[in-house]
């Protein structure tokens, strides 16, 4: 047999593989850095409601008494940014009271049915859960049984973005 032509063979073999190689597509895309400032704005209201909370107790305020201003604290938030829906839960476990705060494009609304936020039996955990056709949002939060709690939950987009953020 003709080694000779082994080697062609071989040889031309090599050079398909190459040139096919040189022919193959690389996709590849570069992902945007996420929108951080709805989570950098979750922290924000958080702080800003923790500094009121504590505000309010040193002034001897009591859960009636401290929900308007969080309410107020939220609204000035949503006013400046009119594209965010914001909710804020405010809870006393020393007198078991809980206040919602619901603001949608810079306004105050009603809090939607499907948005469903439960205290875990041992009242260790907040569950957030709010599920509609387009949402389906579930956040499982720390609470602290000896002070007020504060948790906040904000949402920026349509129905096919969406960044969440819950602090």
């Known amino acids: 047999m003709n080694k000779r032509g082994q080697i062609f063979l071989a040889a031309a073999l090599i050079l398909i593989i190459l040139l096919m190689?040189?022919?193959v597509?690389?996709?590849s895309a570069n992902a945007p850095k996420g929108n951080s400032r709805v989570g950098n704005l979750a922290k924000e209201?958080?702080?800003e409601a923790l500094r009121t909370i504590d505000y309010g107790v040193k002034e001897g305020k009591n859960f009636e008494q401290i929900s308007p201003l969080l309410?107020?604290?939220i609204?000035?938030?949503s006013s400046l940014n009119s594209d965010l829906l914001i909710f804020g839960w405010f809870y006393s476990p020393s007198e078991g009271k809980e206040s919602q705060f619901f603001y949608e494009k810079g306004a105050s609304a009603t809090v939607p049915t499907e948005l469903n936020v439960t205290k875990s039996?041992?009242?260790k955990y907040l569950m957030i859960k709010w599920n509609e056709d387009y949402r389906n949002i579930y956040y499982?939060?720390?609470l602290n049984d000896k002070v007020?709690?504060?948790n906040v939950l904000i949402e920026r987009g349509e129905k096919n973005e969406k960044v969440i953020a819950a602090e």
Do not use: E, R
């Open 21 to 23: 190689s040189f022919g």
């Open 25 to 27: 597509i690389y996709n």
């Open 45 to 47: 209201i958080k702080y």
């Open 71 to 73: 309410n107020s604290v």
């Open 75 to 77: 609204s000035n938030y």
């Open 121 to 123: 039996s041992d009242s």
């Open 140 to 142: 499982n939060l720390s």
């Open 148 to 150: 007020y709690n504060f």
